[in-house]
């Protein structure tokens, strides 16, 4: 089946929504016994007790719990969640910011994991773990073949801290099968990914989620950051769904004073909950950017929306997402739990940023496309927002309410309207699983160039861009790379540099001709 060209679009948006979804958290849980004294909410049990004890056929009352809880949700507003027991983990584990298991980067080649890289001082990597590696098995457990699920391979190599498994690995590069013991540990996810300089005065610091570890991550890298020389700093929150609103109140907290308000939340009761700067910031001074865009949502607008409305920041970019309900979490017992949205949040100037979501979550979630369509993500002349909706900054700045955080500097998408669907792909796995292929096929080539070396090898010529273009047509994807040819090239390049130099090597590759960092410096 050929591609649409409005398909990656909608595609790559749908991967970064659940992190939408589940957006801006208090990072504490609700209680866990409600009342029920009164007798319309025992129908629910009475019901599920009759059908156990009573229905002709089996049934697997579970699921048609799940399915009620999950029905009375969406009547509520689109950020209200019920997450069945299956999920819980993996999303407790991205917020929490650690798991634990042996600490790989893989990929599925065929029916069997390769390891694309060893997280950097993990467990796999203290073993002698290394790019290209196959795992066969797990102790006695094979890990290949096609009717193996996926959480069943995850469970034999997760475990507890501290315990050992011993694993099959076949090193392709040496055509060798030799087992080697790994003890698991906890293995850091991190939310911060790169802190780097863009030059002599400037830092850069991406955040991709909020979670319980990010202010550590973020001031570890700021405070490198000021021992280079970094006297302007922006902060990349592209394509971050959210998390702990706390977590984004502490990153605003170092770059305002004293006193000045950060945000604060009303409830049902009409209860108002302020939050203002503390004296500890550690950025009070210098100039601030912030980078967002259509997927930057509810923390990401919360720290966006405080540094635009105190005037601490210059924020840049396309208007963010528009989220401005806080979700408080109660677990079930079974492991599933329900986050429900508790309270509003506003930004310092009395805003809230949350869209309308009146017509239902399907109209609230394709209001994405909408914005395709419209022509919004190439001209700021195109973005509507109601003049009722004005506010103004302490400085006179005028400011929108009722749809996401509108930027000061518009920067428009990077590609042509109609050709966002290259754009998409090349921010997509598809260019990680490609770039793991060739590698995969030569990788004594490889093995010992230098990053310079790299990069003649892969820039200077058209064969890895050929390459996957035929890749892609293998996969049924028919789009025309030629009109972004550069463009596809350098995240080729990219691709190989952290693969084989690191994380903050495929940043600095990608941020040279980032439009929205081009913007920046030219400030």
């Not at 087992?179 to 610091?205: C, Q």
């Not at 702990?244 to 409830?267: G, P, S």
């Amino acid at each position: 089946m050929k591609s649409n060209k409005k398909y990656f679009p909608i595609l790559f948006f749908a991967t970064l929504a659940v992190g939408v979804v589940l957006g801006t958290m208090l990072n504490f849980p609700a209680p866990g016994n409600f009342s029920s004294a009164n007798n319309h909410k025992n129908k629910l049990n009475k019901l599920i007790d009759f059908i156990d004890n009573e229905y002709v056929d089996s049934v697997d009352t579970d699921s048609i719990v799940n399915l009620t809880v999950n029905n009375i949700l969406e009547k509520l507003d689109p950020h209200s969640v019920y997450i069945a027991q299956e999920e819980m983990e993996e999303v407790s584990q991205s917020m929490r910011g650690d798991f634990v298991g042996i600490g790989i980067h893989f990929y599925m080649v065929g029916d069997t994991i390769a390891v694309i890289k060893p997280i950097e001082n993990g467990p796999s990597a203290k073993a002698g773990i290394q790019a290209g590696d196959r795992i066969l098995f797990a102790g006695k457990d094979k890990l290949f073949g096609k009717k193996i699920p996926q959480d069943t391979l995850f469970s034999k190599l997760k475990g507890n801290a501290g315990s050992e498994v011993q694993l099959t690995v076949y090193r392709k590069m040496l055509n060798k099968k030799f087992n080697v013991t790994v003890k698991r540990d906890v293995v850091p996810i991190k939310s911060v990914d790169v802190a780097l300089m863009l030059d002599k005065t400037t830092g850069y610091i991406k955040i991709n989620r909020f979670a319980e570890t990010t202010y550590a991550e973020f001031k570890k890298g700021l405070l490198t950051l000021k021992k280079q020389g970094a006297k302007t700093l922006v902060i990349d929150v592209r394509d971050n769904g959210g998390g702990y609103l706390e977590k984004a109140v502490e990153i605003a907290d170092d770059f305002l004073k004293k006193d000045q308000l950060i945000v604060f939340t009303k409830n049902k009761k009409g209860r108002i909950d302020k939050t203002f700067a503390s004296e500890k910031g550690i950025f009070e001074t210098g100039n601030v950017f912030v980078l967002i865009n259509e997927n930057s949502a509810s923390a990401s607008e919360i720290l966006a929306g405080a540094l635009q409305d105190n005037d601490r920041a210059t924020i840049v970019g396309r208007r963010s997402f528009g989220k401005g309900l806080v979700q408080r979490e109660m677990d079930f017992g079974d492991g599933s739990a329900v986050r429900l949205t508790v309270a509003r949040y506003y930004t310092p100037t009395g805003r809230s940023i949350q869209k309308s979501y009146g017509k239902g979550n399907e109209d609230y979630f394709k209001e994405f496309g909408h914005r395709f369509e419209t022509g919004e993500l190439y001209s700021k002349d195109s973005i509507k927002l109601a003049d009722t909706l004005k506010f103004k900054t302490p400085k006179g700045k005028i400011v929108y309410g009722g749809g996401g955080i509108v930027p000061d500097v518009f920067v428009p998408f990077e590609v042509k309207h109609g050709e966002e669907s290259i754009a998409y792909v090349m921010q997509s796995p598809m260019v990680g699983n490609f770039v793991f292929e060739q590698l995969d096929k030569d990788r004594k080539s490889f093995k010992d160039l230098t990053f310079e070396q790299l990069l003649a090898k892969v820039e200077k010529t058209d064969l890895y861009f050929n390459n996957f273009r035929a890749y892609l047509k293998r996969n049924e994807i028919d789009l025309n790379l030629e009109k972004n040819k550069e463009l596809v090239k350098r995240y080729i390049t990219a691709e190989f540099a952290g693969q084989l130099f690191g994380e903050q090597k495929y940043f600095e590759i990608i941020l040279k001709e980032d439009v929205m960092i081009k913007a920046v410096l030219k400030k």
